[in-house]
């Protein structure tokens, strides 16, 4: 069974740094892209940022492009997300999730997350 | 950047009912389009993958049609489990975007 568990959230002043994390499980992680996506109180879901398998193609939200960085650890099994200079706006629950393809490897999408991880940056 | 745009926004519904969302797209995606189902409190679900595929375990009260940049979700006969926010996404590019939602209320 797929098994992703983030970590690393909490509660943190404006311009100070975070480093998320998410535990893989239950599939071979170095087989598959991985997302970070959050979700402000309120607000609907917003893609953060993605890696592909081996960290050859990382993309970013223009929101947060220059300060965070996404990154894996394969032997590890684990993703993770520097998030530096935290604004007021970056408030949410952060979830990682696994792409998955459909049966010819073309299309896709985001088969498993996990339960999220809640950053709180307030003064 | 690809956007994405859906409606309605909310809409309110019995169950039974057949309810249909749409999504649009800035540009053309061919059948990169997903849907998924997010409850608060739980992590979102996929429905649908590549435009119209269901995903496994996933009622087929559920279906999704479209390709280009006009897409469609509708679920058939609506159930007291399916009032939730509904989100679509392209995957056409690395960089993903999702579409602003369409929250399903109780009428």
């Known amino acids: 069974e797929v098994q992703l568990v983030e970590s690393g959230g909490g509660l943190v002043q404006p311009g100070r740094s975070l480093r998320l994390s998410c535990a893989a499980s239950?599939?071979?992680?170095?087989?598959?892209?991985m997302h970070w996506v959050r979700q402000a109180p309120g607000k609907g879901l917003e893609w953060v940022s993605g890696?592909?398998?081996?960290?050859?193609?990382?993309d970013y939200a223009d929101s947060v492009k220059g300060r965070f960085t996404i990154s894996r650890d394969n032997a590890k099994k684990s993703l993770f997300l520097q998030m530096n200079s935290l604004k007021v706006e970056d408030t949410a629950l952060y979830y990682c999730?696994?792409?998955?393809?459909?049966?010819?490897?073309?299309?896709?999408?985001?088969?498993?997350w996990g339960q999220g991880t809640l950053v709180t940056v307030s003064s | 950047d690809i956007q994405m745009t859906q409606s309605p926004s909310s809409l309110s519904a019995s169950v039974g009912d057949r309810v249909t969302i749409t999504c649009r797209t800035s540009q053309n995606i061919a059948s990169y389009l997903n849907w998924y189902q997010h409850k608060p409190g739980k992590p979102p679900k996929v429905l649908i993958y590549?435009?119209?595929s269901l995903q496994s375990g996933v009622p087929s009260r559920f279906s999704g049609s479209g390709s280009g940049t006009d897409f469609t979700l509708t679920i058939s006969s609506l159930q007291p489990e399916d009032f939730a926010t509904y989100y679509c996404q392209q995957s056409y590019r690395t960089s993903l975007t999702f579409g602003p939602g369409t929250t399903v209320h109780i009428k």
């Open positions: 890696i592909s398998w081996n960290s050859g193609n990382i």
């Open positions: 590549a435009a119209s």
């Open positions: 239950g599939f071979t992680f170095d087989d598959y892209p």
């Open positions: 999730a696994k792409v998955a393809y459909d049966s010819n490897g073309y299309y896709a999408h985001l088969a498993n």
